[in-house]
């Protein structure tokens, strides 16, 4: 398959161009971007492929796609904004901002701890619907007043998507804005870059339509035979609320209700070349903005989490920050010191201090552990710099 390329590659870059390009063969119903920003300017800025099969809509520059986890990582931007205007403290507990947040044994709790996936919420104790996951009232309430899977602070599990309201309710209560409209004022009207934490109605025709590969499936297909409680897999599913796969052909994230609320664990949409400019931002001045000051940075990505979860497992494993994914073996970025997330299906952003880089790669093609797309991307990256 010969995918014709869009956009442009600044002369060295070629190989990362045909690393970008490799991604699509075989799969005739892909679409994807890449973009590199490095000391402020981008040097790659690809896409290509189809944005929705259904209709044959091309991908464009500006199509923006359901970045999923992704979104974690802009949300702990915004908290380490606040940690750095001093009005957010890691250390503090939740409750001192939020205090419904003390109930059930979770007093103690630090921001850093809830941050780190150690808040022991990682999924809910009982199932919820979609109508609970479109209702942020509901939903921290939900989790506040929920006593934790294990003691806080004694390990971590992943908080699939409970992180993003535990993570977005602090933010709020600290900025006194949601966090998408924080989002929204300290980050995307800046830059002036299509992203949102709760997408517009207006531009629902503009995102991309997503798929599942067959291996994807087939994993959460057999996770959803595993016996109750199978607490991962209920962090995904929030116990109904989503599908295994979390989209369908016209639920799930692919349907405006979800991608229109604001689901700050996993339902942020962007474009690649928005998450590059973002995590760009945080390490270096891009289009005259610098979100984030070096003495932060070093505290937001202080290693927390790592090694098995409370809930076993097998590697590789992640390594996590104040919300930050960190370079390791379960995701490799350029080098130690890179900091930002990926996202289910295969989207991926980050930033590099050290190189002053920032990285973006979105697709609607969603694949597993099989998925080797962004990792040869990077692979060919690498030598490069």
């Given at each position: 398959?010969?995918?014709?390329?869009?956009?442009?590659?600044?002369?060295?870059?070629?190989?990362?161009?045909?690393?970008?390009?490799?991604?699509?063969?075989?799969?005739?119903?892909?679409?994807?971007?890449?973009?590199?920003?490095?000391?402020?300017?981008?040097?790659?800025?690809?896409?290509?492929?189809?944005?929705?099969?259904?209709?044959?809509?091309?991908?464009?520059?500006?199509?923006?796609?359901?970045?999923?986890?992704?979104?974690?990582?802009?949300?702990?931007?915004?908290?380490?904004?606040?940690?750095?205007?001093?009005?957010?403290?890691?250390?503090?507990?939740?409750?001192?901002?939020?205090?419904?947040?003390?109930?059930?044994?979770?007093?103690?709790?630090?921001?850093?701890?809830?941050?780190?996936?150690?808040?022991?919420?990682?999924?809910?104790?009982?199932?919820?619907?979609?109508?609970?996951?479109?209702?942020?009232?509901?939903?921290?309430?939900?989790?506040?007043?929920?006593?934790?899977?294990?003691?806080?602070?004694?390990?971590?599990?992943?908080?699939?998507?409970?992180?993003?309201?535990?993570?977005?309710?602090?933010v709020r209560r600290v900025?006194?804005?949601?966090?998408?409209?924080?989002?929204?004022?300290?980050?995307?009207?800046?830059?002036?870059?299509?992203?949102?934490?709760?997408?517009?109605?207006a531009v629902d025709d503009?995102?991309?339509?997503?798929?599942?590969?067959?291996?994807?499936?087939?994993?959460?297909?057999?996770?959803?035979?595993?016996?109750?409680?199978?607490?991962?897999?209920?962090?995904?599913?929030?116990?109904?609320?989503?599908?295994?796969?979390?989209?369908?052909?016209?639920?799930?994230?692919?349907?405006?209700?979800?991608?229109?609320?604001?689901?700050?664990?996993?339902?942020?949409?962007?474009?690649?070349?928005?998450?590059?400019?973002?995590?760009?931002?945080?390490?270096?001045?891009?289009?005259?903005?610098?979100?984030?000051?070096?003495?932060?940075?070093?505290?937001?990505?202080?290693?927390?989490?790592?090694?098995?979860?409370?809930?076993?497992?097998?590697?590789?494993?992640?390594r996590w920050g104040c919300?930050?994914?960190?370079?390791?073996?379960?995701?490799?970025?350029?080098?130690?010191?890179?900091?930002?997330?990926?996202?289910?299906?295969?989207?991926?952003?980050?930033?590099?201090?050290?190189?002053?880089?920032?990285?973006?790669?979105?697709?609607?093609?969603?694949?597993?552990?099989?998925?080797?797309?962004?990792?040869?991307?990077?692979?060919?990256?690498?030598?490069?710099?």
């Open positions: 398959m010969n995918i014709a390329l869009s956009g442009s590659v600044e002369p060295g870059f070629e190989p990362v161009a045909e690393a970008f390009a490799a991604g699509f063969e075989g799969r005739d119903a892909m679409g994807a971007a890449l973009h590199v920003v490095i000391e402020g300017q981008s040097v790659i800025n690809l896409w290509a492929g189809v944005a929705d099969q259904r209709s044959g809509r091309a991908w464009f520059a500006d199509t923006p796609s359901v970045i999923f986890s992704c979104t974690k990582g802009l949300v702990s931007i915004l908290a380490a904004r606040l940690v750095q205007e001093g009005r957010l403290d890691y250390d503090a507990p939740v409750s001192t901002y939020w205090p419904e947040f003390a109930a059930a044994g979770k007093a103690d709790v630090t921001v850093g701890q809830a941050l780190a996936h150690q808040a022991g919420l990682s999924a809910p104790r009982d199932d919820l619907s979609e109508d609970d996951i479109v209702d942020w009232d509901r939903m921290v309430s939900v989790l506040a007043a929920q006593e934790p899977l294990w003691q806080p602070g004694s390990g971590y599990a992943y908080h699939a998507l409970t992180h993003g309201w535990v993570a977005g309710e602090i900025s006194g804005l949601s966090v998408g409209r924080y989002f929204e004022e300290l980050i995307t009207k800046p830059l002036g870059v299509d992203a949102w934490i709760g997408l517009p109605d503009r995102a991309a339509h997503l798929q599942v590969s067959p291996p994807l499936s087939a994993l959460w297909a057999g996770e959803a035979k595993k016996p109750a409680p199978n607490w991962p897999f209920k962090a995904m599913t929030l116990g109904g609320a989503l599908p295994a796969d979390l989209v369908t052909a016209d639920g799930g994230f692919n349907k405006q209700r979800i991608r229109a609320a604001e689901i700050p664990g996993a339902g942020g949409l962007a474009s690649a070349e928005a998450l590059a400019t973002i995590w760009s931002a945080t390490v270096v001045p891009t289009r005259g903005v610098r979100l984030l000051e070096p003495a932060v940075v070093a505290a937001a990505t202080r290693t927390r989490s790592a090694g098995v979860s409370v809930f076993g497992g097998e590697p590789p494993y992640s919300g930050f994914q960190l370079d390791s073996e379960a995701r490799r970025y350029i080098s130690d010191g890179c900091f930002g997330h990926d996202g289910a299906g295969g989207q991926v952003g980050f930033a590099d201090p050290l190189r002053r880089i920032g990285f973006g790669y979105v697709t609607n093609w969603m694949m597993g552990p099989e998925d080797l797309r962004a990792t040869r991307i990077l692979d060919a990256l690498r030598p490069l710099l």
